[in-house]
Structure formats: structure tokens, C-alpha cells
Nanobody, 125 residues
Framework: VQLVESGGGLVQPGGSIKLACAGSGFTLDYYAVGWFRQVPGKEREGVAC????????VYTDSMKGRFTISRDEDSNTVYLQMNSLTREDTAVYSC???????????????????WGQGTLVTVSS
């Protein structure tokens, strides 16, 4: 199971960016996929999750309304669309997967067992 993130970069405050998490060598649809972020010196924070079974989603409260997680079966990719970005959104964003799960049962746990390397998002003018 290999996950590869892409799409990070520099974005101005108030701007938008879309991250991608591509699965390699397996069908990502069978996995619940979560996006997480981490700032150096701080704990990793969950951002959003999309389930494998029914496509249901979970968002951390502070991300609701600004971020959208989605899945594209054809490209075997999960996306994170981030809007209205602030400097506080600057972080390394990583995706992680766990097989055959609903996000409601794994969010906030350590059950995600496959991780990507992360992609840096910097919000700055």
C-alpha cells in the first residue's frame, strides 16, 4: 500500500489549494482515507476523512465549511479542497488509509496504518 500526496505549495491568505492523495498498487476505494496536518513542534491534527463503505465524511470542526474531501474512483485518488486559507493552515498535510472502515469508527484513533510522505502547504503573502 503506497500513498503519494501532491498539490502543496505557496498560497496567499484567503486563497485556495487542492491536495491529492493517490493510491498505488491497490484500490483506494476499499479504504477509509484521512487527511492530517502537522506543524513542527505541535501534535498532528486530523483534518477530514472519507469512508470506504458508504463514502460518508467526517471533518474536524474548524475545517467544516472551508475544506472538502472527495474521492475519484477512476484516478484512484482522494482530494482535499481547501478554501479561505489562513496562515494558521500552514502545515505539512499527509493522507493515511485504513481498509474497509467508516470514518465514524476510526476518526481520532490510531487505526490508520498506511501513510504518505506529506506535502507542505504554506499560506503567506
Amino acid at each position: 500500500v503506497q500513498l503519494v500526496e501532491s498539490g502543496g505549495g505557496l498560497v496567499q491568505p484567503g486563497g485556495s489549494i487542492k491536495l491529492a492523495c493517490a493510491g498505488s498498487g491497490f484500490t483506494l476505494d476499499y479504504y477509509a482515507v484521512g487527511w492530517f496536518r502537522q506543524v513542527p513542534g505541535k501534535e498532528r491534527e486530523g483534518v477530514a476523512c472519507i469512508s470506504s463503505i458508504d463514502g460518508s465524511t467526517v471533518y474536524t470542526d474548524s475545517m467544516k465549511g472551508r475544506f472538502t474531501i472527495s474521492r475519484d474512483e477512476d484516478s484512484n485518488t482522494v482530494y482535499l479542497q481547501m478554501n479561505s486559507l489562513t496562515r494558521e493552515d500552514t502545515a505539512v498535510y499527509s493522507c493515511a488509509a485504513v481498509m474497509y472502515r467508516r470514518c465514524s469508527s476510526v476518526w481520532g484513533t490510531n487505526e490508520f496504518d498506511a501513510w504518505g510522505q506529506g506535502t507542505l502547504v504554506t499560506v503567506s503573502s
